[in-house]
């Protein structure tokens, strides 16, 4: 709600749409129905309030998530569409060069260790963690996740949702976890000193840990833990490798558009490393909009990818402090790929446009 108007607008492909709005006359009545739905509290207006509606659209299930929060003008609600049935859970699909999709897939073969997927919120960490265990998940491998909150349902796999209200908590659940004699483990997100120092301890008894973390490219996520307290040589022995994702949205193939340029502004504004890419005129693929993509010009979304892997040089770095910058500089030499060089490719492939890539890696 805003001075005078209620708006209802849509976030498709990471976008927002502003869609015809109703009278601001009908807020209360629009908020308490919500509430009703989600099983929420319909006198409550001072606070925030979580929760969740499913629905059942033919043979879809549709899991909304409900955040109601008090502003100035009224209470204010994010509706979040998950759709159990639409989720992709191939690795094949999410973006992957195919000789890092190779690399990572023999990274979770490993018995123990800890993979970090790391990136913003919406970047598509879960979609990622979820594959990753799917493809894991088999009759011989008992897999257990603690997450917040549990986003899909994969058969097969004991998912837990944290409830600090009772002391059930990331760290507290994943102490509780290892009793469980699992194989593979899911933490939903490190957030504390006290979840990475279980996480580190679960991997070294010989537990392959997955979680996320929140930084804008793979060599940050070593000195995030550093900076939580984690000691060096902890991350050196448990840390096996580390993801940083971005989502942009993928040209619409029907109505996308060739055209040719020079790269040198873009190699400049992406900071590519030298002798990476071609100088001199490129052709990169704008937007246009036709009916197929409703005059978007887009059609969906994928990811891209960063992988480190920690290798000797990169411990050695780690257990000396070195900056993140260092770190990245020694990981590139090695052969890394980084975000802006993998969204690159996928612009020059026609998959994505150059400014989606600069848009979703300009900080990273």
Request: charge should be negative; proline fraction near 4%; glycine fraction near 8%.
């Amino acid at each position: 709600p805003f001075e005078g108007q209620l708006l209802v607008r849509y976030r498709v492909d990471g976008v927002l749409h502003e869609a015809s709005s109703p009278p601001s006359n009908l807020h209360a009545a629009i908020i308490s129905r919500i509430k009703i739905m989600a099983d929420l509290d319909i006198s409550e207006r001072r606070t925030t309030q979580d929760g969740r509606i499913q629905i059942k659209l033919g043979s879809r299930e549709i899991d909304i998530r409900v955040s109601i929060m008090p502003t100035v003008w009224g209470e204010n609600v994010v509706m979040r569409l998950l759709d159990k049935t639409a989720l992709m859970l191939d690795l094949t699909d999410l973006g992957f060069e195919p000789e890092m999709l190779k690399t990572y897939l023999e990274l979770i073969k490993a018995t123990h260790g800890i993979v970090l997927i790391t990136g913003p919120t919406g970047s598509g960490k879960t979609t990622t963690l979820y594959s990753s265990l799917s493809l894991l998940n088999t009759q011989d491998v008992k897999i257990i996740t603690i997450e917040d909150p549990v986003e899909y349902q994969i058969a097969g796999i004991n998912q837990i949702h944290v409830n600090p209200k009772v002391g059930l908590t990331f760290a507290s659940g994943l102490r509780s976890i290892l009793r469980q004699d699992p194989d593979k483990v899911m933490v939903g997100e490190i957030r504390d000193l006290e979840t990475a120092e279980t996480a580190v301890q679960a991997s070294l008894t010989g537990h392959l840990v997955f979680s996320t973390l929140h930084t804008n490219d793979a060599p940050s996520a070593v000195t995030r833990l550093i900076d939580m307290g984690v000691e060096p040589y902890l991350i050196t022995s448990s840390v096996i490798g580390i993801i940083a994702q971005r989502l942009v949205r993928v040209l619409c193939p029907n109505c996308r558009q060739a055209y040719e340029t020079d790269a040198e502004e873009y190699i400049e504004r992406l900071m590519l490393p030298e002798g990476s890419v071609k100088k001199g005129k490129q052709t990169y693929y704008k937007a246009v909009g036709c009916d197929e993509c409703r005059g978007t010009g887009f059609k969906g979304r994928i990811s891209l990818f960063e992988l480190m892997i920690t290798t000797e040089e990169i411990k050695k770095l780690t257990l000396q402090r070195a900056a993140s910058y260092e770190i990245k500089k020694e990981a590139v030499k090695e052969g890394m790929i980084t975000l802006q060089q993998d969204g690159w490719k996928k612009a020059c492939a026609g998959i994505t446009t150059i400014e989606e890539v600069l848009r979703v890696t300009e900080e990273a």
